[in-house]
């Protein structure tokens, strides 16, 4: 069984910065796709932004060009830097990873929660 632990949320006036972690218990080289969701209140989650084992990244337009997603390999850690940081992005931020030698699972973190005050 593989643990996601998220930290880094808190609260945040906008405009400012926050920097998310999520460290998984598992080596890295067993770790393929890691991601970033988030789920504000009576919605659905979302994907913000993935990255790859090659470090290729992809970001919702949302947060295209706000947040950077990047990964420690060393830590088996992911981050998600954001800026420019918005009331509108006020969610849950959960980190997934897909795991595994030959078959892969998803495991998914317990989330960390973001406010951002107008």
């Known amino acids: 069984q593989v643990q996601l632990v998220e930290s880094g949320g808190g609260l945040v006036q906008a405009g400012g910065s926050l920097r998310l972690a999520c460290a998984a218990s598992?080596?890295?080289?067993?770790?393929?796709?890691m991601r970033w969701y988030r789920q504000a209140p009576g919605k659905q989650r979302d994907l913000v932004a993935s990255?790859?084992?090659?470090?290729?990244?992809n970001y919702s337009d949302s947060v295209k060009g706000r947040f950077t997603i990047s990964r420690d390999n060393a830590k088996s850690t992911v981050y998600l830097q954001m800026n420019s940081l918005k009331p509108e992005d006020t969610a849950v931020y959960y980190c997934?990873?897909?795991?595994?030698?030959?078959?892969?699972?998803?495991?998914w973190g317990q989330g960390t929660q973001v406010t951002v005050s107008s």
């Open positions: 997934n990873a897909d795991v595994g030698l030959v078959g892969l699972r998803t495991y």
């Open positions: 598992a080596s890295s080289s067993l770790i393929k796709t």
């Open positions: 990255i790859d084992s090659g470090d290729r990244t």
